[in-house]
């Protein structure tokens, strides 16, 4: 049988089809699925889902192997080998302001997609805030005046730039990881173990 890997769709699954190539893997059947959310090659079988998705499909051992962003990771904490970092997907997740102002003194209102990540933020620092909690274009609530401030991924800082915003803080850094379902790694090891080598012995050549 061969092994299941659970993509990322969007962004992460362009740079991991490049990282694939790169280590000397057929992308043909993936560069030409079209609208397939799951299509073999000679060495897996492929499935593409969200990245919070790719997670409950390792976790309930439907995909034996995810390629995820950490900062999913970090926010759900899925029941799930975190195997180790690949070589693209960076960024930072940070909390932005907008330029000029400063964060008022009263209890502050933060908008974000990653509401564990604030919380915890805040929490080390000893502050207690408001969550609000959005599913994209995080940068237009302090413009709109329904936060103060956003905690959001950064990569270029062209989103924040041409929306008025600043870095206040850095959070964390952050790549693509691959993820491993807990049973598979010891039942199908022997199938598992020629990918999972490649895969990180390409992430560290990178
Ligand atoms: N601007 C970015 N630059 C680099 N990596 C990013 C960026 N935004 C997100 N990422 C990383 O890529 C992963 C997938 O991001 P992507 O934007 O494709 O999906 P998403 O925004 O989480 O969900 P959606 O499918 O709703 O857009 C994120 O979990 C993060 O690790
Ligand atoms: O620093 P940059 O290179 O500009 O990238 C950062 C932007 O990319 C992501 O949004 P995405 O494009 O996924 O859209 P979304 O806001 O709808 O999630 C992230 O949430 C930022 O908005």
Do not use: W
């Not at 870095?167 to 693509?176: F, G, R, T």
């Amino acid at each position: 049988m061969k092994p299941t890997i659970a993509l990322t769709k969007g962004r992460l699954e362009k740079q991991f089809l490049e990282f694939f190539k790169s280590i000397g893997y057929d992308i043909e059947p993936l560069v030409q699925k079209g609208r397939k959310l799951r299509v073999d090659t000679a060495d897996c079988q492929f499935v593409f889902a969200k990245g919070v998705d790719v997670t409950t499909y390792v976790e309930h051992g439907i995909a034996d192997l995810g390629i995820v962003g950490e900062d999913v990771l970090t926010e759900f904490q899925p029941d799930v080998y975190n195997l180790f970092p690949l070589p693209f997907g960076n960024c930072r997740m940070a909390l932005a302001i907008e330029e000029g102002k400063q964060l008022p003194n009263r209890k502050r209102k933060i908008a974000s997609k990653y509401p564990a990540i604030t919380k915890e933020y805040f929490k080390q620092k000893g502050e207690s805030v408001d969550i609000v909690k959005l599913e994209g274009s995080v940068e237009l609530a302090p413009i709109l005046g329904l936060a103060d401030g956003i905690v959001d991924i950064v990569e270029t800082g062209t989103t924040l730039k041409e929306n008025g915003l600043i870095v206040k803080e850095e959070i964390h850094q952050y790549s693509a990881r691959c993820i491993a379902n807990r049973s598979s790694l010891k039942i199908k090891r022997d199938t598992l173990h020629p990918i999972i080598q490649s895969l990180q012995k390409g992430a560290v050549i990178k």
